[in-house]
T-cell receptor, first 114, second 117 residues
């Protein structure tokens, strides 16, 4: 696609529920990144995919968070047993591996846990 | 590890005037990139300007320019002839040019800029 697409745009869920956030990167971009932006903060790195594999998941806060990219394109960020502290905007970005200048962000998913 | 500090949570400027947003950073890396991103209410992070640390010349993009002081680890953004469409959050960000973290951006907390008609 022309840009990085994230769905849903907004998600409200109850504490304890499971949620999935989807990212559709720019066609041909082999690298994909997830960031979390809490209220009043800058985005913080969560995980980086190179192709299908997670090259660095050191930013995931705990084992309730998991992300996959099974075919090297679309990625899904999964959050189990959501907590109110998980409320944030989750941003996805993609880039060409050898051209970090192509780093492009989506518009994010605003997750609200009530 | 890198840190990026933006000490101005909010700023305002009259339309057509000039404003400067401040950013300082701390790193042990010798080669890196610095960025300013704009985040309007649409939430998408939009790249405004980029500076390569090995270049002494300050980057310029139309009305946007930077003052990069490598020794002081300072990277300010100047917006000239401010327009209403410049109203947004502005984030300073850092990325090493090589190594394990070269794909990862480290952001400051942002400055909310309001352009007043």
């Amino acid at each position: 696609g022309a840009g990085v697409s994230q769905t849903p745009s907004n998600k409200v869920t109850e504490k304890g529920k499971y949620v999935e956030l989807r990212c559709d990167p720019i066609s041909g971009h082999t690298a994909l990144y997830w960031y979390r932006q809490s209220l009043g903060q800058g985005p913080e790195f969560l995980i980086y995919f190179q192709g299908t594999g997670a090259a660095d998941d050191s930013g995931l806060p705990n084992d309730r968070f998991f992300a996959v990219r099974p075919e090297g394109s679309v990625s899904t960020l999964k959050i189990q047993r959501t907590e109110r502290g998980d409320s944030a905007v989750y941003l996805c970005a993609s880039s060409l591996t050898r051209d970090r200048d192509s780093y492009t962000f989506g518009s994010g998913t605003r997750l609200t846990v009530v | 590890a890198q840190t990026v500090t933006q000490s101005q949570p909010e700023m305002s400027v009259q339309e057509a005037e000039t404003v400067t947003l401040s950013c300082t950073y701390d790193t042990s890396e010798s080669n890196y990139y610095l960025f300013w991103y704009k985040q309007p209410p649409s939430r998408q992070m939009i790249l405004v300007i980029r500076q390569e640390a090995y270049k002494q010349q300050n980057a310029t993009e139309n009305r946007f320019s930077v003052n990069f002081q490598k020794a002081a680890k300072s990277f300010s953004l100047k917006i000239s002839d401010s327009q209403l469409g410049d109203t947004a959050m502005y984030f300073c960000a850092f990325r090493p040019t090589s190594g394990a973290g070269s794909y990862q951006l480290t952001f400051g907390k942002g400055t909310k800029l309001s352009v007043i008609p």
